[in-house]
Nanobody
Framework: VQLQASGRGLVQPGGSLRLSCVTSGFTLDRLAIGWFRQAPGKEREGVGCIGSGPGNSYYKDSVKGRFTISRDSGKNTVYLQMSRLKYEDAAIYYC???????????????????WGKGTQVTVSS
């Protein structure tokens, strides 16, 4: 199982950016995929995730309405579309996979079984 996040960028506040998580080694809709972020001096936190099977999505409260997760099984890729970005969204973003998810468990770092390397998101004017 491998995951690789990409889409790093520098955006102004209010701008948009899309991150991609390309996966391999498993059937995408069999696992839940979560997006996490870690800002300097802070703990890593779950931002949003998409569950296995029908792919219900879940979000951290502070990004609801601004971030959207989607899944393209044909491309083995999960996307994190971020809009109306704020300074506090700046962080290294990671994608991770959970083998046995239930509800919004894929938002919990401790539940994730596989991790990809992070990609940097910078929000600056």
């Amino acid at each position: 199982v491998q995951l690789q996040a990409s889409g790093r960028g520098l955006v102004q506040p209010g701008g948009s950016l899309r991150l991609s998580c390309v996966t391999s080694g498993f059937t995408l809709d069999r696992l839940a995929i979560g997006w996490f972020r870690q800002a300097p001096g802070k703990e890593r936190e779950g931002v949003g995730c998409i569950g296995s099977g029908p792919g219900n999505s879940y979000y951290k409260d502070s990004v609801k309405g601004r971030f959207t997760i989607s899944r393209d099984s044909g491309k083995n890729t999960v996307y994190l579309q971020m809009s109306r970005l704020k300074y506090e969204d700046a962080a290294i973003y990671y994608c991770a996979a959970e083998t046995f998810d239930y509800g919004n468990s894929c938002l919990k770092e401790s539940r994730m079984d596989y991790w990809g390397k992070g990609t940097q998101v910078t929000v600056s004017s």
